[in-house]
């Protein structure tokens, strides 16, 4: 699994059905938002999935465009959390 996630997250990404290479894509190239008690929430918004779009080879590309919807969360270094958005973050 991730090097750095807790076991809650890990936990998470196994029930939420979320493939461990969208994680490490949103962990490496997602957009930080900083969240309440000192956690940054990690999505892909319109500027990142295009940068991937050109980074990515086509195939992993397609792939993850089902799991755009994917964020997680950050704090001091390790992924706490991850999920599927259903509403808009706050900013």
């Known amino acids: 699994m991730l090097m750095d996630a807790t076991k809650?997250?890990?936990?998470?990404i196994r029930q939420r059905g979320i493939p461990e290479f969208v994680v490490n894509n949103l962990v490496e190239?997602?957009?930080a938002w900083h969240g309440n008690a000192g956690a940054d929430i990690l999505?892909?918004?319109?500027?990142v999935?295009?940068?991937?779009k050109k980074?990515?080879?086509?195939?992993?590309y397609v792939a993850m465009e089902a799991h755009f919807d994917v964020y997680a969360?950050?704090?001091e270094g390790y992924l706490?959390?991850?999920?599927?958005?259903?509403?808009?973050?706050?900013h």
Do not use: D, W
């Open 55 to 60: 980074v990515l080879p086509h195939r992993e």
């Open 73 to 75: 969360v950050m704090q």
């Open 80 to 90: 706490v959390t991850v999920g599927h958005r259903y509403r808009k973050i706050p």
């Open 8 to 12: 809650h997250a890990e936990a998470r």
């Open 49 to 52: 999935r295009q940068k991937l």
């Open 29 to 31: 190239y997602g957009k």
């Open 43 to 47: 999505t892909f918004p319109k500027a």
